[in-house]
């Protein structure tokens, strides 16, 4: 199994509607692309807040060639819109993790 990990600090400015744009619309066109078999959100604790709330989005495939896919076929045009929507407002790195 392989994770993409997506780490956002989200500006409070926008918080509530940045969040439920993610869940109603981001993470579903995400997993639309048949790319990864499942999703989970975890607000990240014990951290300031004052200038932002921070999130892990994990997306879960079952190959790196899926990945991959995602990469090569999805992922600007799906991370274009955030900049779009949301710019100057947040924070993001991403990792990819192989499970043991």
């Given at each position: 199994m392989i994770v993409y990990n997506v780490?956002?600090?989200?500006?409070?400015?926008?918080?509530?509607?940045?969040?439920?744009?993610?869940?109603?619309?981001?993470?579903?066109?995400?997993?639309?692309?048949?790319?990864?078999?499942?999703s989970k959100i975890y607000r990240i604790?014990q951290e300031d807040e004052t200038e932002?709330?921070?999130?892990?989005?994990?997306?879960?495939?079952?190959?790196?060639?899926?990945?991959?896919?995602?990469?090569?076929?999805?992922?600007?045009?799906?991370?274009?819109?955030?900049?779009?929507?949301?710019?100057?407002?947040?924070?993001?790195?991403?990792?990819?993790?192989?499970?043991?």
């Amino acid at each position: 199994m392989i994770v993409y990990n997506v780490t956002v600090k989200i500006d409070l400015s926008v918080h509530d509607i940045w969040i439920r744009w993610m869940k109603e619309e981001h993470i579903p066109q995400v997993m639309q692309t048949g790319c990864f078999v499942d999703s989970k959100i975890y607000r990240i604790l014990q951290e300031d807040e004052t200038e932002g709330i921070s999130y892990a989005f994990q997306y879960f495939a079952n190959s790196i060639g899926d990945y991959f896919n995602y990469q090569k076929n999805f992922a600007a045009d799906i991370q274009k819109q955030s900049l779009d929507l949301f710019p100057g407002k947040y924070t993001a790195f991403r990792s990819i993790l192989k499970e043991i």
